[in-house]
């Protein structure tokens, strides 16, 4: 039973990530465009200095930049490559999807309960504990 549980906590505390991109140059402008979704705010913050084409959805950031870089920046992120394929939309085989996430350190208990002015705080998983 608590391993089940320990493991489920676990699962929690991982943000997945998709990555498309196509590999080979589409000879515009801006040659290469990488969608990323479910990046977190703070991600965000640390991309600004990647050239953006803006949103493509509310989860979703066109990046103007070869796959491989973004790859390389989110590893610096914290995100590992879990999955990936060859997406072959309109028979294009140079375009891949990759399934990334990141581990987030369990955070610490929140404060819940005070019994009186000067005695300890009990904490969550002291609560838990006990049970």
Not at 1 to 13: D, H, L, P
Not at 59 to 88: D, M, N
Request: with cysteine.
């Amino acid at each position: 039973m608590y391993n089940s549980i320990e493991r489920c906590r676990k699962r929690a505390f991982k943000c997945p990530l998709k990555m498309r991109g196509n590999l080979a140059s589409y000879g515009h402008r801006y040659p290469w465009r990488v969608l990323v979704s479910g990046l977190k705010a703070a991600d965000i913050e640390q991309l600004t200095r990647f050239a953006s084409g803006g949103y493509c959805d509310d989860s979703t950031i066109v990046y103007l930049q070869h796959p491989c870089v973004i790859l390389t920046a989110l590893e610096v992120l914290g995100y590992k490559v879990v999955a990936s394929s060859s997406t072959s939309v309109k028979q294009d085989y140079n375009e891949y999807m990759w399934t990334m996430r990141k581990d987030f350190a369990e955070p610490e208990p929140e404060l819940v309960l005070k019994a009186g002015k000067f005695s300890p705080l009990i904490r969550l998983n002291d609560i838990a504990m006990s049970v």
